[in-house]
């Protein structure tokens, strides 16, 4: 079975950091862009941030620019994502998925070209 497990949410005060892990399991995903989206309630799904299979390109949304910073152990099979300086705006659930290989979106923002999800990771930033 093909599985996406986050792992490192909780609650935190804001201006402190916070570090996500996504951990695959049932393939690799060594040859996929991985992302991490987030979402709050009454609200589509957004991107975050996104890495090339080789870990070497890295896409981000601009509210998150500067302060998050996506990464990946292939050996592992694992992504993260660094959160540093939050925002009670940064308040939502995050979900780690796999892109699709046949996907066209350069930008890779789209949900809809994400194949694999996780479960989400609740992350709450108090003020």
């Known amino acids: 079975q093909v599985q996406l497990r986050e792992s490192g949410g909780g609650l935190v005060q804001a201006g402190t950091s916070l570090r996500l892990s996504c951990k695959g399991s049932g393939r690799t995903f060594s040859d996929r862009t991985m992302g991490w989206f987030r979402r709050v309630p009454r609200k589509e799904r957004e991107f975050v941030a996104g890495?090339?299979?080789?870990?070497?390109?890295?896409y981000y949304a601009d509210a998150v620019k500067g302060r998050f910073t996506i990464s990946r152990d292939n050996a592992e099979n694992m992504v993260y994502l660094q959160m540093s300086s939050l925002k009670p705006e940064d308040t939502a659930v995050y979900y780690c998925?796999?892109?699709?290989?046949?996907?066209?979106?350069?930008?890779?923002?789209?949900?809809?070209?994400?194949?694999?999800w996780g479960q989400g990771t609740q992350v709450t930033v108090s003020a």
């Open positions: 890495l090339d299979w080789s870990g070497t390109r890295t």
């Open positions: 998925a796999a892109e699709s290989p046949y996907s066209y979106d350069s930008d890779h923002v789209l949900p809809r070209d994400y194949e694999y």
